[in-house]
Nanobody, 123 residues
Framework: QVQLVESGGGLVQAGGSLRLSCAASGRTFSNYTMGWFRQAPGKEREFVASITWSGGSRYYADFVKGRFTISRDNAKKTVILQMNVLKPEDTAVYYC????????????????WGQGTQVTVSS
């Protein structure tokens, strides 16, 4: 069993940065591919980024490449999403997820989800 709690969301101006954290509990955190999704009002939840258990492979949605960076610290059971050069279209609730493999995580089939943290980017 893994529980996920996101933090770090808030209001920022366009061009600014935010650092989202996902704190996990449970002994098997390091076994999971971790990911971030987001959901804007009136839109479906969409994949943002993922990172494999070792941190050796990272994947990003095209719309965040070069601006967002995902990282993890298995010892601290934490996943970080560093978001730079934020745009108003990045406004959404951001969710952390844990999946048994890369496919599951990237396709929204993660076993565990956090409650989400709101990110609002003003123009």
């Amino acid at each position: 069993q893994v529980q996920l709690v996101e933090s770090g969301g808030g209001l920022v101006q366009a061009g600014g940065s935010l650092r989202l954290s996902c704190a996990a509990s449970g002994r098997t955190f390091s076994n999971y591919t971790m990911g971030w999704f987001r959901q804007a009002p009136g839109k479906e939840r969409e994949f943002v980024a993922s990172i494999t258990w070792s941190g050796g492979s990272r994947y990003y949605a095209d719309f965040v490449k070069g601006r967002f960076t995902i990282s993890r610290d298995n010892a601290k059971k934490t996943v970080i999403l560093q978001m730079n050069v934020l745009k108003p279209e990045d406004t959404a609730v951001y969710y952390c997820t844990a999946g048994v493999n890369r496919w599951a995580t990237m396709n929204g089939r993660g076993d565990y989800w956090g409650q989400g943290t709101q990110v609002t980017v003003s123009s």
